[in-house]
């Protein structure tokens, strides 16, 4: 659920995919599995989009920092 929710913040605010922008601490172990995934099975176009999805699932502070992403990029610009 943490991954896809990723790809919800992802999602906002127009509907287009971007990556969140998240400098996110990796194991090196974690990391090259996070390659090895995203190179075998992404296009080439997507894999920037899995890899931050996937890195946010090993984080501890995984769901504030999603909820927090969704608030800032989800919410509907005040009139």
Do not use: K
């Not at 974690?30 to 995934?37: G, H, K, L, N, W």
């Not at 920092?65 to 969704?70: F, N, T, Y």
């Amino acid at each position: 659920m943490l991954h896809e929710a990723t790809h919800a913040a992802q999602n906002c605010p127009d509907g287009m995919l971007r990556p969140v922008g998240w400098r996110l601490p990796l194991n090196p172990l974690i990391e090259r599995e996070i390659s090895a995934i995203t190179f075998n099975n992404y296009g080439s176009h997507t894999r920037l989009l899995e890899r931050e999805a996937f890195a946010v699932q090993g984080q501890a502070n995984a769901v504030p920092l999603i909820v927090r992403a969704l608030d800032q990029r989800c919410r509907p610009a005040s009139r």
